[in-house]
């Protein structure tokens, strides 16, 4: 009966073991990460984890020197794009606070 219950928990714990990767970086760039990672309320292994599974999802990993825009951005330039032709949900050009404090009262 002990040895079922032990071969149990074996099968479990093998089951939901976690593993340890090593990888080399260096110093700065992991501090910022995990200070990122905290603000967002995530910890490095998180970030990590999140990043391996997207790479095994969509089988790309994508190195570029330049910043590349999100779908969601350009989306969001397309529209705002379309709106300044239009002068919709424009402001007002302002000299100083005062003017801009003025016109967000009046909303």
Same mark, same amino acid.
């Given at each position: 009966?002990?040895?079922?219950? /032990? +071969?149990?928990?074996?099968?479990?714990?093998?089951?939901?073991?976690?593993?340890?990767i090593n990888i080399?970086? =260096?110093? *700065?760039?992991? *501090? +910022? @990460?995990?200070?990122? @990672?905290?603000?967002?309320?995530l910890s490095l292994?998180?970030v990590l984890n999140?990043? &391996?599974? +997207?790479?095994?999802?969509?089988?790309?990993?994508?190195?570029?020197?330049?910043?590349?825009?999100? =779908? =969601?951005? *350009?989306? &969001?330039? =397309?529209?705002?794009?379309? /709106?300044?032709?239009? +002068?919709?949900?424009?402001?007002?050009?302002?000299? /100083? @606070?005062?003017?801009?404090?003025?016109?967000?009262?009046?909303?």
């Amino acid at each position: 009966m002990v040895r079922i219950f /032990d +071969n149990r928990i074996y099968f479990v714990y093998t089951l939901y073991m976690k593993v340890i990767i090593n990888i080399k970086t =260096e110093k *700065e760039v992991k *501090e +910022n @990460a995990q200070r990122l @990672a905290k603000e967002l309320g995530l910890s490095l292994s998180d970030v990590l984890n999140a990043s &391996l599974r +997207n790479f095994i999802r969509t089988r790309e990993v994508y190195f570029s020197h330049t910043p590349r825009m999100t =779908e =969601e951005l *350009e989306n &969001l330039i =397309e529209k705002t794009e379309k /709106d300044i032709a239009l +002068n919709k949900n424009m402001s007002p050009r302002f000299n /100083d @606070a005062k003017e801009a404090i003025k016109y967000l009262d009046s909303l």
